[in-house]
Nanobody, 128 residues
Framework: QVQLDESGGGLVQAGGSLRLSCAASGRAFSIYAMGWFRQAPGKEREFVAG????????GYADSVKGRFTISRDNAKNTMYLQMNSLKPEDTAVYYCAGRSQWYGSRWYGDRPTDFPSWGQGTQVTVSS
C-alpha cells in the first residue's frame, strides 16, 4: 500500500485560496488513481475530486466545479488540490486517498469505498 501525507490546510477568509498537497511514498505513485475527499463535523465523508493514474482523467463534485482543480506530479510523487473562491461550507477535514491501478489507467473513483489507502487528513477552515 502507498503511504499518504496531506499538507497545506489552514484558516482562510471566504473568497480566499489554499493549495493542498498529498505526498505519496512506498509504492509506484504513477499507477495509483487518487482522490480528495472531505468530512465536516456530523457529516459523512464526501467526494471532492478525483484523478486517474494517467492524470488525463479528472472529476469533481458539483459543489466545487469551477473553483477547485486537482492535479498530480508523478515525478514528485505528489497530488494537489488548488482551492479558489473558498466558501464557509468548504470547511472540513480534507483527506487524500489512493488505489492501485495500472500504468496509463484512466479510471478514478468517487466513493470512499473505492480507496484502500488514506492519509491522516488536513483541516481547512473558511471564515465568513
Amino acid at each position: 500500500q502507498v503511504q499518504l501525507d496531506e499538507s497545506g490546510g489552514g484558516l482562510v477568509q471566504a473568497g480566499g485560496s489554499l493549495r493542498l498537497s498529498c505526498a505519496a511514498s512506498g509504492r509506484a505513485f504513477s499507477i495509483y488513481a487518487m482522490g480528495w475527499f472531505r468530512q465536516a463535523p456530523g457529516k459523512e465523508r464526501e467526494f471532492v475530486a478525483g484523478i486517474s493514474a494517467s492524470g488525463d482523467s479528472t472529476g469533481y463534485a458539483d459543489s466545487v466545479k469551477g473553483r477547485f482543480t486537482i492535479s498530480r506530479d508523478n515525478a514528485k510523487n505528489t497530488m494537489y488540490l488548488q482551492m479558489n473562491s473558498l466558501k464557509p461550507e468548504d470547511t472540513a477535514v480534507y483527506y487524500c486517498a489512493g488505489r492501485s491501478q495500472w500504468y496509463g489507467s484512466r479510471w478514478y473513483g468517487d466513493r470512499p469505498t473505492d480507496f484502500p489507502s488514506w492519509g491522516q487528513g488536513t483541516q481547512v477552515t473558511v471564515s465568513s
